[in-house]
């Protein structure tokens, strides 16, 4: 049971770049979420997804795009990387929305230059 | 809308001494309460939770917290730290499933790094 997994670890962008960071769960899990963490910003919630086949926008969605084609997937995609967008990415999971808390992954450090 | 306040961003404390981090939230409707714990380059670990019921809240590696509804609080407490404490403390608030179309997503405060010191 390896809980969430994401890749890759780390990644450097040139700006304009386009890259797909993946997300796994093997919780059987329905919900699963997106957050960028930014020094002293705590974490933010970019998209995140209710079940298979639908996402939704978190509270910072531009310039992301997100896919959940399959229920242990959750693909956030960068199609033209800024700077703006260097950060820690984490991906969570989550059994219900209630009395569920999140699982965590370990993150990917994206650079982006 | 809801929001979290961590009221101190760095809290240095000696190993072996009691610790509390702060942290206020608002909201109008009632809500579900968490902290996590981040140790340095990793993803986040559920610390404990308040769903309802009892306002004194266990978790894990001896950290408690007390809900406090009158002054919408959530503070967590350690009587006795420990180096391998040293880490950064979320407190993230939830709302009930489907509220303001949230569909129940976290909100969390900006993080307390807690420094235990030998």
């Known amino acids: 049971n390896a809980g969430v997994t994401q890749t890759p670890k780390f990644r450097v962008l040139k700006t304009g770049q386009s890259m797909t960071l993946l997300c796994a769960q093997d919780?059987?899990?329905?919900?699963m979420y997106w957050y960028r963490q930014d020094p002293g910003m705590g974490l933010r919630l970019i998209h995140y997804?209710?079940?298979?086949?639908?996402?939704a926008k978190g509270e910072v969605p531009d310039g992301y795009n997100v896919s959940r084609l399959k229920k242990q997937n959750f693909l956030l995609g960068l199609e033209s990387a800024a700077p703006s967008q260097t950060s820690v990415y984490f991906c969570?999971?989550?059994?219900?929305?209630?009395?569920?808390?999140?699982?965590f992954g370990p993150g990917t450090r994206l650079t982006v230059t | 809308a809801q929001s979290v306040t961590q009221l101190d961003s760095q809290v240095p404390v000696f190993e072996e001494a009691p610790v509390e981090l702060r942290c206020n939230y608002s909201?109008?409707?009632?809500?579900?309460l968490f902290w996590y714990v981040q140790y340095p380059n990793q993803g986040l670990q559920l610390l404990l939770k308040?769903?309802?019921?009892?306002?004194l809240v266990k978790g894990i590696n001896g950290f408690e917290a007390e809900f406090n509804k009158s002054q919408t609080s959530f503070h967590l407490r350690k009587p006795s730290v420990h180096i391998s404490d040293t880490a950064e403390y979320f407190c993230?608030?939830?709302?009930?499933?489907?509220?303001?179309?949230?569909?129940?997503?976290?909100?969390f405060g900006k993080g307390t790094k807690l420094s235990v010191k030998p």
């Open positions: 993230a608030v939830r709302s009930p499933m489907n509220y303001g179309g949230s569909q129940g997503n976290l909100i």
């Open positions: 909201s109008s409707v009632s809500v579900y």
């Open positions: 969570a999971s989550s059994g219900g929305t209630l009395t569920y808390g999140q699982y």
């Open positions: 997804s209710v079940g298979e086949g639908t996402t």
């Open positions: 919780m059987n899990h329905e919900y």
């Open positions: 308040y769903l309802s019921g009892s306002t």
